[in-house]
């Protein structure tokens, strides 16, 4: 019994580090995948196209502009720009919002007079175009401030930041990705392994030995289980260290988490594997059913909370939904295994369903 | 009692029938050979023998036991062999013959031994470092039988095991069999050619599914009475086509070395010479040749599907 969980142990592994390539795509891809998204997705805005339209070319204006161009936020692409032109500008998406300062600007300041600055966004955008306009309403509100320092605000919010207190979507997004990435990756890794023996005619021969599907498929795990957690372990430093995302929570339970939730990816790739034809087959089925949900469905980026209610409880059988939680309150939040074992739970019983009806689905002979 | 007994077997795929009413023994320590062509159901009784198809209807008997409901009997004791090269590739020979005695889980110390004996009767011992994928097909043969031979099989079954081997390969391929058989080995091996038919204890030509005809090969060959001569032509096809078509012939095929001509009314050599002039064919050699096994399935064939 051990001898044949151990020969087809050991068979795999010499799979895995003979084929230069696959070893190559699993130890780069994890990371070239983080940076990648790590860059593309972030939510900060910075350097928005700004096109200044300046009726009152006065010393004031000057001085405005100014002010403006000394933040981060904004960049001027189109200064001087009539107003007729404005939309010509936005159609050629050279600016993505437009201020427009009035031609009596200097002299309403000067006569203690409201003045109204027009600001026209692009809202074909709509995030970016909210968030233009909240960063606007605060500049707003502090250039008032500054100016007229005696009027009286009856009340104002204090907001403090947990957890990630300058508001960095690294922090929100690397537990995310290492949720997206360990995933794909460890359901690509055995999605091919069954089929591959199906397609090269291996799988015939070592059918009729005493070997059991238990066996085979456990055999098979193992050796991935081992890879993924490398993997694992190489997104996490690259996330902690290059992107300096925080570990406050016990790394212990962490590295348990992750080693579960690669089994789930395993199990789940280990069942495509049992039940596809061809690796082509296998490899796209593994690549569209942990992708899509993992990104649209777990909370990667919506939150699950404001999904329609059918789309929650869809949420639940994806495992990066849970693992979310955990990766993201270990890291973050620091807590800890009595605060997430519900999710551990969750994950535990989806890998140990897709185990099970790997096993099941696992054919024994060459019918169907 | 034989090792394998098949009643009356029946496989469908579909609308196609690929076993048709098969009954056959192997008996102990012999050669058996399945010989037909392909797509004759030569594989399906193979996989249904090793349990990796169900029968629609019959039974096989291995070792005495259906194997119907005892799957890991008959999956721990037989030595299998299937048509492509199952083995791994990117594995070495030494790791190849390690993985199959694991996977039978014959103890360790006992390996060595059979390593060893493998490697010297299959002369694969230089090479044992070498990946599998990187031999020859008649090398790659002889390790996917050492690999199977790894836990000892007394019940040996072989789909087209010397498939595309070179002639020399073949020959010391069927020479390790027969040393196999010698030794207590029961074989039962599948096979499209001919010479190797001859080769075995006793054969089973199929077509569609059906067996024709068994026995020993000399049995077999003894079957044919009549004389047949063979005519060697430069437009063999020709001469086939005129002749076969003129019904003059009782047999008349077409063989690799010529046309086969059976005389069955011992007309003789000048009358049929005769004949194939009044066909205006040219043709520049015919003789009388004792009849082979080939001769006889062609018989058998043509007998079957008037």
């Not at chain 1, 692409?77 to 009539?82: E, F, G, Q």
């Not at chain 2, 001469?239 to 046309?259: A, Y």
Request: charged fraction near 20%; proline fraction near 5%; hydrophobic fraction near 45%.
């Amino acid at each position: 019994m051990n001898l044949i969980l151990l020969s087809i142990i050991k068979k795999e592994f010499h799979h895995i580090l003979r084929d230069p390539q696959t070893l190559t795509i699993i130890i780069f891809m994890p990371v070239m995948m983080l940076f990648l998204f790590g860059y593309a997705i972030t939510l900060e805005m910075k350097q928005i196209e700004t096109a200044i339209i300046d009726e009152a070319k006065s010393n004031e204006s000057r001085a405005f502009i100014e002010q403006l161009m000394a933040t981060d936020f904004f960049r001027i692409t189109s200064a001087d720009v009539k107003s007729n032109q404005i939309e010509t500008i936005f159609k050629e998406r050279k600016a993505r919002c437009a201020l427009i300062i009035p031609y009596d600007f200097s002299s309403a300041l000067q006569r203690n007079k409201k003045v109204k600055i027009q600001l026209l966004v692009d809202a074909s955008d709509p995030n970016a175009a909210n968030f233009i306009n909240n960063y606007v309403n605060q500049l707003n509100l502090k250039f008032n401030l500054k100016n007229n320092a005696d009027v009286f605000i009856p009340f104002s919010f204090e907001p403090v930041m947990l957890y990630n207190p300058d508001l960095k979507s690294y922090y929100f997004f690397v537990p995310g990705l290492i949720a997206v990435i360990l995933l794909l990756i460890s359901a690509l890794l055995t999605s091919i392994a069954i089929v591959r023996e199906k397609e090269r005619g291996t799988m015939e021969q070592i059918l009729v030995s005493p070997v059991s599907p238990i066996q085979i498929i456990i055999g098979k795990t193992l050796p991935y289980t081992a890879l993924g957690f490398l993997d694992s372990i190489i997104i996490l430093l690259f996330g902690c260290l290059w992107f300096g995302v925080p570990l406050n929570g016990p790394v212990l339970l962490l590295g348990f988490s992750l080693i579960l939730y690669i089994i789930t990816g395993l199990s789940f790739g280990l069942l495509v594997s049992t039940i596809s034809k061809t690796q082509q087959v296998a490899m796209l089925a593994a690549l569209l059913a942990t992708i899509l949900p993992t990104i649209m469905l777990s909370g990667f980026i919506f939150p699950v909370a404001s999904m329609p209610l059918i789309f929650q409880y869809l949420s639940l059988i994806v495992p990066a939904t849970h693992f979310l939680e955990i990766i993201r309150g270990i890291m973050l939040k620091g807590i800890g295994l009595k605060e997430l074992y519900i999710q551990l739970g969750y994950l535990f019983i989806l890998t140990a369903f897709l185990i099970a009806l790997s096993i099941k689905k696992f054919s024994r002979n060459l019918e169907g | 009692m034989n090792p394998i007994i098949i009643e009356n077997l029946y496989k469908t795929y579909g609308k196609v029938t690929a076993v048709n009413g098969v009954n056959l023994e192997v008996r102990p320590s012999e050669i058996f050979g399945l010989i037909g062509p392909d797509g004759a159901g030569k594989t399906t009784i193979i996989r249904i023998i090793v349990s990796l198809l169900n029968p629609d209807r019959g039974q096989v008997l291995f070792k005495g036991t259906p194997i119907a409901g005892n799957m890991s009997f008959v999956r721990t004791q037989v030595g299998y062999m299937p048509q492509r090269f199952s083995l791994y590739q990117d594995l070495t020979v030494e790791e190849n013959l390690d993985f199959f005695g694991d996977l039978f889980n014959v103890p360790k110390n006992i390996q060595v031994n059979r390593k060893n004996n493998l490697y010297e009767f299959s002369r694969l011992g230089p090479f044992k470092s070498r990946r599998a994928g990187a031999l020859s097909g008649g090398m790659k043969q002889k390790l996917a039988l050492s690999c199977m031979l790894m836990h000892e099989p007394d019940v040996i079954v072989l789909d087209e095991p010397t498939f595309g081997v070179d002639p020399v390969s073949r020959s010391e391929f069927w020479e390790i069999l027969k040393s196999l058989a010698k030794k207590g080995a029961s074989i039962l091996v599948t096979t499209a050619y001919m010479d190797e038919a001859a080769l075995c204890d006793r054969v089973a030509f199929i077509f569609n599914g059906r067996i024709l005809g068994m026995d020993s090969p000399d049995k077999l060959v003894s079957q044919i009475r009549d004389s047949i001569y063979l005519v060697n032509s430069d437009a063999p096809h020709l001469l086939f086509d005129r002749v076969s078509k003129s019904g003059k012939f009782k047999g008349c095929e077409l063989f690799g070395d010529g046309v086969h001509l059976t005389d069955s009314d011992e007309a003789g050599i000048e009358t049929i010479k005769d004949i194939l002039n009044t066909m205006a064919v040219s043709y520049h050699k015919i003789k009388k040749i004792d009849p082979g096994l080939e001769d006889v399935f062609l018989k058998l064939m043509n007998e079957n599907s008037l």
